[in-house]
C-alpha cells in the first residue's frame, strides 16, 4: 500500500524500502523505546472499561455466544482493515491527527481537528469514571465494605436493602444507594507523553489482566457461577436477523478498539518508519476481541454468585454500563471468601484500564497544537 512518496512506503509485512519520509517532524520526533512499548500502549488505549461492561451486556442481551458470530465479522470487516489505516497514516506522516489528515488532503484538516476535540472531551467522561473507581478504591479498604450495609449516612433506610431487590419492589439495593447518593461528585485528571506512557504501560496494560485471570479463577468456584456462564453464552441464533444485534456489533468494535478517535494515529505516529503494521494491527484486534470474551466469562460468572445467593434471575442482576462494574460487581466483591484482597486489586484495574484508554495523547501528540496548526505543514506527497 502506498501513501504518497514514490520510493517511500510504510510496511505491511515486509521490510521498507526506505527510512523516512524527508520532513522535518518526521525527522526530529522522538521514537518508542521499543516496539514492545508500541504494542502494549495500543493494547492498552483499546482494552478499557468497554470491555468490563459494555460487552458482557451486549453480549447477552444481543443473543448470548450468537454475538461473537456478528462481532467478529464485523473487527474483520470494519475494525482490522481502519486500524490499519489509521497506523499507517501515523506512522507514515509522523503527524498527529489535524496534520496528518492535512497532509493527506488539505481539505480533511477538519476531520483531525475534530477528532482531537471528540478525544478531548471523552476524556472527561474518563476522568469521571476514574475518579469513582479511586472513590471505590479508598472505600475498599475499610474493615468492612461500606456498600455492604444499609447503615450509613447516605442510605435512605426506608428505600434500602442490603441485596439485591426483585423488579416488583421499591427498594435500591445498598450498593446502589453508595454509588448513587455518595460517589457521584469526584474528578481527577491525568495525562500521558510518550515516554512516559512508554514506560507506565508496562504496569497498566498487563496488570488487569493478572486481575482478570485471578478474579476468574475465583469465580469459577463459587455456587451458580456455571449457570451465569451459560447465560452469558448460550446462543440465541433468532437474534442474528435483528438489525440492533448488528449495529450493536459495529458500535462495539468502533469503541472499544477506539477507531476515529484519532489516537491510534498520534500512538503510531512515533512509530520507526519501517516498523511492521500489519502484525500490530492483528496483536491488537485479536487481544482486545479476547479480553472482551474473557472480561464477560468474569463479569456473569460473578452474577451468576449473586442470582444464587439471592435467588434471583440473572437478568434482574445484570445491567448496562456503569451500573455493572460499580453497583452489582461491588455486592459481590462484598459477599467474596478475602474480599479485603479482591476489592482493592479489582478497583486498581479500573484504574489501570481507565488510563490507559482516556485518549489524551491524541490531544497532546505533537505537532498538533500552535500557530502552526491552521497551516497545512509541509508536503512531501
Excluded at 507514515?92 to 476535540?117: N, Q
Excluded at 485471578?214 to 438489525?243: C, D, H, M, R
Excluded at 462494574?325 to 455486592?331: A, T
Aim: charged share 10%.
Amino acid at each position: 500500500m502506498e501513501l504518497g512518496a514514490e520510493n517511500s512506503k510504510p510496511v505491511f509485512g515486509g521490510k521498507a524500502t526506505s527510512d523516512t519520509p524527508a520532513d522535518d517532524a518526521g525527522a526530529q520526533r522522538p521514537t518508542w523505546s521499543g516496539q514492545l512499548e508500541f504494542i502494549l500502549a495500543t493494547v492498552g488505549y483499546a482494552v478499557g472499561l468497554g470491555n468490563v461492561w459494555r460487552f458482557p451486556y451486549l453480549c447477552y442481551s444481543s443473543g448470548g455466544g450468537a454475538f461473537i458470530v456478528p462481532y467478529l465479522t464485523m473487527v474483520f470487516l470494519c475494525g482490522v482493515p481502519l486500524l490499519c489505516m489509521e497506523f499507517a497514516v501515523g506512522q507514515y506522516t509522523r503527524l498527529g491527527p489535524v496534520h496528518a489528515f492535512a497532509k493527506i488532503c488539505p481539505l480533511l484538516k477538519g476531520v483531525g481537528l475534530a477528532t482531537v476535540v471528540i478525544s478531548f472531551v471523552f476524556c472527561t467522561f474518563y476522568n469521571v469514571l476514574m475518579g469513582w473507581a479511586l472513590f471505590y478504591l479508598f472505600n475498599s479498604f475499610r474493615g468492612s465494605l461500606p456498600w455492604s450495609s444499609c447503615n450509613n449516612t447516605w442510605n435512605v433506610v426506608g428505600n434500602c436493602s442490603s441485596g439485591f431487590p426483585s423488579n416488583a419492589t421499591h427498594l435500591q439495593s445498598s450498593s446502589q444507594q453508595f454509588f448513587e447518593r455518595d460517589a457521584f461528585s469526584l474528578h481527577i485528571y491525568a495525562k500521558h507523553g510518550v515516554k512516559s506512557t512508554g514506560k507506565v504501560v508496562y504496569f497498566t496494560a498487563v496488570f488487569p489482566y493478572f486481575i482478570l485471570f485471578a478474579l476468574l479463577i475465583n469465580n469459577v468456584q463459587l455456587p451458580g457461577a456455571k449457570e451465569g456462564i451459560l447465560y452469558f453464552v448460550t446462543p440465541v441464533w433468532s437474534k442474528l436477523f435483528e438489525v440492533k444485534v448488528w449495529i450493536n456489533a459495529a458500535a462495539q468494535v468502533f469503541n472499544s478498539l477506539g477507531i476515529a478517535y484519532g489516537c491510534m494515529i498520534s500512538m503510531a505516529s512515533y512509530n520507526k518508519f519501517n516498523n511492521n503494521i500489519t502484525r500490530d494491527v492483528l496483536i491488537v484486534s485479536i487481544t482486545n476481541s479476547l479480553t472482551s470474551i474473557l472480561a464477560g466469562l468474569v463479569i456473569f460468572s460473578a452474577v451468576g454468585y449473586m442470582s444464587h445467593k439471592h435467588n434471583l434471575p440473572v437478568d434482574n442482576i445484570a445491567t448496562d454500563g456503569p451500573g455493572l462494574v460499580f453497583v452489582v460487581y461491588p455486592e459481590v466483591l462484598s459477599t467474596m471468601p478475602g474480599f479485603q484482597l479482591w476489592a482493592p486489586l479489582f478497583f486498581i484495574m479500573l484504574l489501570c484500564l481507565g488510563f490507559d484508554s482516556q485518549g489524551i495523547q491524541c490531544a497532546t501528540t505533537v505537532p498538533c497544537w500552535g500557530p502552526e496548526l491552521w497551516t497545512s505543514p509541509k508536503s512531501t506527497m
